[in-house]
């Protein structure tokens, strides 16, 4: 271990042990703790000093110098000085190098007042180096995978490659999330500075356990976070008198909590405050024409407050609305329960995203889909109907789906039986997120074309597509690209015709009368901005989708010769049936 290394694990003690007597010092105001703490920045100012980091020594020289004129008696530290100190050492100790001269003088202008204390942030490392342990891994396990093969050892091989997919998927999931833990390390300091500030003692604690979200969010779940949380210091959490007057205790509470139910991630923000003001709220919805709103409901309307005036008091420029749309963009929701004079919990709730899915795949008739693992209670290979309904155990259970020849019933979790005629496996796959109706999301990698993951919660009556033939003419040149779109297209039910060039593909027009056209543009021939013009002058009606990589210029040429849409090659197929549907309905 050379001297840096020891330096930076020497910071990092020290300074852990600084934040907890500083955090002493201002719950205690102890002032005994004083000279501890001048003992760790001396001891850090000093090791800085000795392998060569010059702005860490101009830094902590400045800390000590507060220190020595506290105990020197010619002045006085504050918490208003410690909260700051709060805001700047955290991060200080996340450096494995000199400070920056804009840092150095970023932290001075902070412990000196001329900056505010910057807000709590998410840590988030955006570039990361994979070992190269890791790498050779990989290597050795792919290697071992493709000789197996080659001496016909399939059982090894797949061994090796399951290997393999662990190992990438604990990569990736370490590369694209984030624990919340790490997001809201320095949350702590953001209720100290905001208890401070209204003049108001607030205990925190955080209850989070090992879940994690997507770094691309922690920004914004930290936003909302510490609006809801100053709000709750500023609009819900009474003055110490009030508290005691009330006969509560003077310091008040505010948890944040976490925890998974189903696939579902929750987040819970409590404090023992006053509570919502339900009937304030009631007289100013009504005042803004919002009556027939509940105040559950009106508090996350945009722009809604029950002040004539905003402050800056909480908020920030974040409303409830904001935090509102964070939940359902992704899927999720946020509720609200308060008592009067007890507190106020809010429950945010989103579902929770994985780079793989395990399903079940199915047959049924000419249908093929599956259904996640998780949603499955039992399979069934000897089918028992009663009075329609599937007999297992003595339970009965209402019948969704059947297939003309059924050889095995599925039953999922919201009590729902399937009948199908084959079951072809479990698999792990990636997840598209593209989903509507009872269709939750798509599984790649299982077929060459994704299949639907049907949702047991969300139909009633899984139906086979309608009894009318809808026709799909597909024109491009390459084998590849029709075979996997009539492929996943015929496995929705559509008839599909194809072509490998323009002229072909107009001659297939004219006979099939398709419902909707899927055109190339780069082909042999009459490329498919003419096959477009010429389809068109036959029938101006007919849905024509281009599917291809275009220039924002080769758009507009597409749209100007007649078609109706634009599809990239690059965006997932499933894309495409939404489009389909859009146009035949």
């Given at each position: 271990m050379d001297f840096l290394e020891v330096f930076l694990q020497e910071l990092n003690e020290k300074g852990q042990e600084a934040i907890k007597l500083i955090k002493s010092f201002i719950e205690n105001k102890d002032p005994t703790s004083i000279h501890e703490i001048y003992r760790l920045f001396h001891t850090i100012k000093g090791s800085a000093s000795l392998v060569g980091f010059d702005k860490f020594?101009?830094?902590?020289?400045?800390?000590?110098?507060?220190?020595?004129?506290?105990?020197?008696?010619?002045?006085?530290?504050?918490?208003?000085?410690?909260?700051?100190?709060l805001t700047v050492v955290p991060e200080v100790l996340k450096k494995d190098s000199d400070l920056t001269d804009n840092e150095?003088?970023?932290?001075?202008?902070?412990?000196?007042?001329?900056?505010?204390?910057s807000e709590a942030k998410a840590y988030v490392t955006t570039s990361e180096t994979i070992p190269a342990e890791l790498l050779q891994e990989l290597l050795s396990n792919t290697l071992s995978a493709e000789n197996s093969l080659m001496r016909e050892d399939t059982q090894n091989a797949l061994r090796e490659i399951r290997l393999v997919k662990q190992k990438l998927v604990s990569l990736l999931e370490n590369t694209f999330y984030i624990k919340l833990r790490q997001v809201l390390a320095n949350f702590e300091v953001l209720v100290m500075q905001e208890a401070f500030s209204n003049k108001k003692k607030v205990k925190f604690e955080l209850q989070i356990g090992e879940e994690r979200i997507e770094k691309k969010d922690s920004e914004m779940l930290l936003n909302m976070l510490t609006h809801l949380v100053r709000n709750a210091i500023a609009h819900g959490i009474e003055l110490p008198e009030e508290r005691t007057k009330k006969g509560?205790?003077?310091?008040?509470k505010i948890i944040i909590r976490s925890y998974v139910q189903g696939n579902e991630l929750f987040l819970e923000i409590e404090d023992d405050g006053r509570g919502l003001e339900f009937e304030?709220?009631?007289?100013?919805?009504?005042?803004?024409?919002?009556?027939?709103l509940k105040p559950e409901e009106v508090i996350f309307v945009p722009g809604f407050s029950t002040k004539d005036k905003a402050d800056e008091t909480a908020g920030r420029g974040i409303g409830l609305d904001v935090v509102k749309n964070f939940a359902t963009a992704r899927g999720g929701d946020v509720e609200v329960v308060s008592a009067t004079g007890k507190g106020t919990r809010f429950i945010v709730h989103f579902p929770i995203k994985t780079f793989l899915v395990r399903v079940l795949v199915l047959e049924a008739d000419d249908l093929r889909f599956c259904i996640d693992l998780q949603d499955i209670l039992e399979i069934v290979s000897k089918a028992e109907i009663k009075d329609g309904q599937l007999k297992q155990k003595d339970k009965l259970y209402d019948i969704t789906f059947s297939c003309t020849s059924p050889r095995f019933a599925v039953i999922t979790k919201n009590n729902k039986a399937l009948l199908v005629s084959n079951l072809i496996g479990i698999f792990d796959g990636q997840v598209s997120s593209e989903s509507y109706g009872m269709i939750k999301g798509f599984v790649k990698n299982i077929f060459v074309y994704p299949l639907p993951i049907i949702s047991p919660e969300q139909f009633l009556k899984l139906q086979k597509p309608s009894e009318k033939v809808r026709k799909v003419l597909v024109i491009d040149d390459s084998v590849v690209t029709r075979n996997i779109l009539g492929k996943f297209l015929v496995n929705f039910g559509y008839t599909v015709f194809e072509a490998e060039n323009g002229i072909e593909g107009i001659e297939v027009f004219k006979k099939e009368n398709p419902d909707v056209i899927v055109c190339d543009v780069e082909m042999p021939g009459i490329d498919g901005f003419e096959t477009t013009r010429r389809i068109r002058e036959l029938n101006k009606d007919v849905p024509i989708i281009i599917f291809s990589t275009l220039?924002?210029?080769?758009?507009?040429?597409?749209?100007?010769?007649?078609?109706?849409?634009?599809?990239?090659?690059?965006?997932?197929p499933e894309r495409l049936i939404r489009l389909i549907e859009r146009f035949i309905q």
């Open positions: 020594k101009q830094l902590f020289h400045k800390i000590e110098d507060y220190f020595k004129r506290q105990m020197n008696g010619e002045d006085v530290i504050t918490e208003d000085f410690m909260l700051k100190l150095l003088e970023h932290y001075i202008d902070i412990i000196e007042g001329r900056k505010s204390p509560k205790p003077e310091v008040g304030k709220i009631k007289q100013k919805a009504i005042e803004k024409g919002l009556g027939n220039t924002s210029e080769q758009l507009s040429k597409g749209l100007e010769v007649g078609a109706n849409a634009y599809l990239s090659k690059d965006e997932p």
